[in-house]
């Protein structure tokens, strides 16, 4: 065995370009495949780094007949679902407030999360240093105290071992640091500080929903069956609620699918899908270079069979040759994966700091190393055994048969795959650039936004925030909203009845998203006022008694009547509010959704968390901003600024999964077309090289160089031909795989197949053009005298 590996590794060095060529394909194939798997295992498949982690789920209410999939929990239906529900061993609930760090620098916005005593035990975190929250902490007006991340600690605190000695100032209270809990746990909402949440629940409105919910099944028992107890619990709880507000349910969703989401999982399924192909490619790439290799040794092979070499052994030495070439190409892929996975891990994806070539991951690497090794190699080494010694030794037949159905077959293999790949990035690719051209309802061109969250009282700093800013010079208009349209931070909704007449039934209400403005925010985002007015200009009593309608939530409601002067009732113990305007509708969640009814409050009638400023300027982004600041401290040198961006930076946020697709499809196709074009080159020179006494003939007896050149392109047309309709086969079959993730493209939009079609035959014939000229230019007297 020793002597063949030597005599392997002998004949290899021999042909360095061919040894570092084949290395390259299987280093790139196992590469790739390595690397996406990886973060493929860590992202999706990988448990969750805490106890027993598939018993824990995530509750949600959910209302489909207000195409509501998924929503919050409120307070005393979470009380309910702990106190009566037998089918979970723990359940605990965490909403945030956002908060303003102070005494440690600059002012900051911490978004804290407020839980209840028996959070951080439901899901199983283990503290580094000090102790949990106890139940008397969660009581109404209990002890200030706090809990912080490890990475808090260390960025703030240096990782000062007396930090339970330690205090936070948050809002000008101080909150006695009790814990710091262990490092790299997956928590949901990347919470760094932890509060007791000190829920009165007497004082809480039933259908107010702002509770994140998690729960520990009981040992034993399955989803399903605690979905259904939750079930009947909901319904037995909605039953008595007034009838407009019936129609709440439960879901649960395993807290692993929930930390990732179902989009994010199918796009790395699909790039999972699509670099299984990229290495088949690879490996009927290196198949076919093995088998041209194997086949141009037909001499050497003779030579050692007419010496009394077994056939047996003859495959053996090539096997061991292709293991040698795919083992390299492997240790090369395996680094190639290492260096993909440190640029895996700067994606703005949850768990991609767990993205890692573990030691199950490296097995599988390791293991498509040999599987592709010996699939490239068996079947140029029984192909080359089959040669006869007698026929190779002859001298006029030095190269083995002029065509090779396994040489072609692995081309129209690897074109197919190729093909398959092509049209699905180029779906991919229209869809992408359909979302780009989706008008949100706002305009995004010169335009800047900032967070920011006052220490002063909030109605009078907004004002002379806005008013100030508005002076500035160059600024065209300016505005605030409590959640930016595209932008981070979840849509707050209601359901909103119209009081009186409606095109909703009797006691009927719809579901419609809501944000807090003012008078210049429409404006400042072009958002288009269909009718009425905004609240610019009102007085802050009048304007807390009115409401802004989007034009779907005012036709959902009132048809083609006008609805102007009409009084909307936003649900909860809201009184009705009149309407004074009606403006263009807003994608506010994604481009792809469509945008949902919503209404529009002035931040005159209360403030939700911390508010965003949008300013329209002609002039230079990092002079608005520099502005904008000074005129923030002037009034509020408290005041933390925040997550300070252009409308164009949100729009291309919101598109970061799409594009991720995007990007990965398109270099997994652009390699795979890449890999067919060498192997299509490399089988097309082969072949004009065993044909080339052929060729001198027929140049000899009058054919001309265009000719020749016209019988090698036709071969790689037919292998085109045959590779296109194995590829549009599968395409069609794989495109039921994108299809969730396309927007206004079907999975089989003919300007995508026949793109693609087209780049793949253009490049194959292109690496087919420079063997046809080789042949159109043969020496007829050097081909026929056999010195070639």
Known sequence: ??????????????????????VLIAAIGIGASTAMFSTVHAVVLKPLSLPEPERLVTVYETNLERNVPFFSVSVPNYVDFKARATSFAAMAAVTWHAMNLTGRGDPQLIQVRMVTANFLRTLGV?????????????????????????????RHFGGRPDILRQTLQLDGDGYAIVGVTAAGLPLPGDIEIAVPMQADVAKEDRLNHELDVFARLAPGVSIATADRELQAIAAHIASSLPAGERGWRTRLVP???????????????VLLGAVGLLLLVACANLSNLLLVRATARGFDLAVRRALGESRGHAIAQLLVESLVVTALGGALGIMLASWSVEALRTLPIPRVADVAIDPRVLAVAIAATLV???????????????????????????????RSRLRDGMIVAQLGLSLTLLVGAALVARSFWGLLRV??????????????????????????????????????????????????GGSTSNNVFAAGPSRLPPGQSIQASWRLVDGGYFDAMRIPLLRGRTFAGLAPE????????????????????????????????????RVIGVVGDVRNRRLAAAPMPAFYWSFHRFTYGPMRLVVKSQLPTGQIIAAVRREVRAVDPGAPIFQVWTLEEVRAESLSEE???????????????????????????????????????????????????????????????????????????????????????????????????AALALTVLAAAWWPARRASRVNPLIALTGRV
């Open 126 to 154: 283990g503290m580094a240093q000090g102790r949990d929250f106890t139940a008397d902490e969660d009581r109404p007006n209990g002890a200030k105290v706090a809990i912080i991340s490890d990475g808090f600690w260390r």
């Open 1 to 22: 065995m020793l002597t063949t590996l030597r005599y392997a590794i002998r004949q290899l060095t021999a042909t360095p370009g061919f040894t570092a060529i084949a």
């Open 542 to 577: 009048e304007a807390r008694r009115s409401i802004v309608l989007s034009a779907a939530l005012a036709t959902a409601l009132f048809g083609d009547e006008d609805p102007l002067g009409r009084q909307v009732d936003p649900g909860g113990h809201n009184r009705p509010l």
């Open 439 to 488: 008008d949100p309802g706002f305009s995004v061109d010169h335009a800047v936004t900032l967070a920011m969250r006052p220490s002063m009282a909030a109605e009078p700093f907004y004002e002379a925030v806005g008013a100030r800013v508005r002076a500035l010079p160059g600024v065209e208009s300016a505005g605030f909203i409590s959640t930016l349209p595209l932008g981070p």
């Open 659 to 757: 594009r991720l697709l995007l990007a990965m499809l398109w270099a997994f196709a652009g390699v795979a077309l890449l890999l067919a074009a060498l192997g299509t080159y490399g089988v097309v020179a082969f072949a004009v090289q065993q044909r080339t006494r052929e060729f001198g003939i027929r140049l000899a007896i009058g054919a001309d160089g265009r000719r020749v050149r016209a019988l090698v392109l036709r071969q790689a047309a037919g292998l085109v031909a045959a590779g296109g309709v194995l590829g549009l086969a599968g395409a069609l079959l794989a495109g039921r795989g994108v299809e969730t993730l396309l927007f206004g493209v079907t999975p089989f939009d003919l300007t995508s197949y026949l793109a693609a079609t």
């Open 255 to 269: 807290l692993v699918d929930d930390i990732v989401g179902e989009s994010l999982r199918r796009t790395l399924l």
């Open 372 to 402: 592709s090794g010996i699939l490239a190699g068996v079947g140029p080494a029984i192909r080359a055994s089959q040669v006869a010694p007698q026929e190779a030794l002859q001298a006029q037949s030095v190269r083995v048969a002029p």
